[in-house]
């Protein structure tokens, strides 16, 4: 059912469900290349989107659009787990590019 359109190196870069030209050709829709490559971006992209979340869930509560504690408290804890970890990180960061002594 998709027709696929491949990069030089044979790598799938585009999945359509019709053919958009001949420079897409018919793959069976059980092909696990894929299956396989579709998880692979979708993967690829978690990080970047989880990060796109926190910082909208922030601007929300900056513009005083909702208030944090009307999130579900797992979600809550999530939120503040990520929030200390990320300036930990940071933190971390700054002290080994300083030269500082721990």
Do not use: C
């Amino acid at each position: 059912m998709p027709y696929v359109k491949r990069n030089q190196q044979g790598a799938i870069v585009a999945v359509h469900d019709t053919q958009i030209d001949d420079s897409y050709q018919w793959i069976e829709a059980s092909d696990l290349k894929v299956t396989a490559q579709a998880k692979e971006a979708l993967t690829g992209t978690d990080q970047e989107m989880v990060r796109v979340v926190e910082d909208l869930i922030d601007l929300l509560m900056e513009k005083q659009i909702f208030v944090f504690t009307e999130l579900p408290e797992a979600v809550q804890a999530k939120l503040n787990s990520r929030k200390r970890l990320r300036e930990d990180i940071n933190l971390l960061a700054i002290l080994v590019n300083d030269d500082a002594i721990f």
